[in-house]
């Protein structure tokens, strides 16, 4: 645009910011909103932070009663014991050679099952890690 076209309000606007220097131009920026923004940043933080942190500082100020909600939180983890009459697992007779009850019978396994639960053959397991049965020049085409 030539200066005819320019209104000559526009002119002395460019003129005005021209003659101002960077630190002049970002002084709304720099100075009130980024400190105000960055204290409230650091309060949220603070507040999120103590917030998540309520039982450390409970238990740095009554040791005693951390102690005592450990130990009930250790004696509610560990189960209890059964009780003598429990008639619910039979004891097996001595000798008997019933497989345990966690494994089905190899007769009452699918066919997936015997395929993952059967031991490799020693002949089957490669000897050296890199017995692949290939070798590099078959997988290298160069």
Do not use: C, Y
């Not at 720099?30 to 450390?56: D, P, Y």
């Not at 008639?87 to 396994?109: R, V, W, Y």
């Amino acid at each position: 645009m030539s200066a005819s076209t320019v209104p000559a309000s526009s002119r002395q606007d460019e003129q005005r910011i021209d003659r101002l220097s960077p630190d002049a131009l970002m002084e709304n920026f720099s100075r009130g909103r980024m400190l105000r923004w960055f204290l409230v940043a650091l309060a949220a933080h603070v507040v999120v932070i103590g917030g998540l942190s309520l039982g450390t500082i409970a238990d740095l100020l009554d040791p005693e009663a951390a102690a005592a909600r450990k130990a009930a939180a250790k004696a509610a983890a560990t189960p209890a014991a059964a009780p003598a009459g429990d008639a619910a697992i039979p004891p097996a007779a001595e000798g008997s050679a019933a497989p345990p009850a966690a494994q089905p019978a190899a007769k009452d396994m699918t066919p997936i099952e015997k395929a993952t639960t059967e031991v490799a053959k020693p002949q089957e397991l490669p000897g050296t890690p890199d017995d692949l049965g290939i070798d590099l020049d078959d997988t290298n085409p160069n």
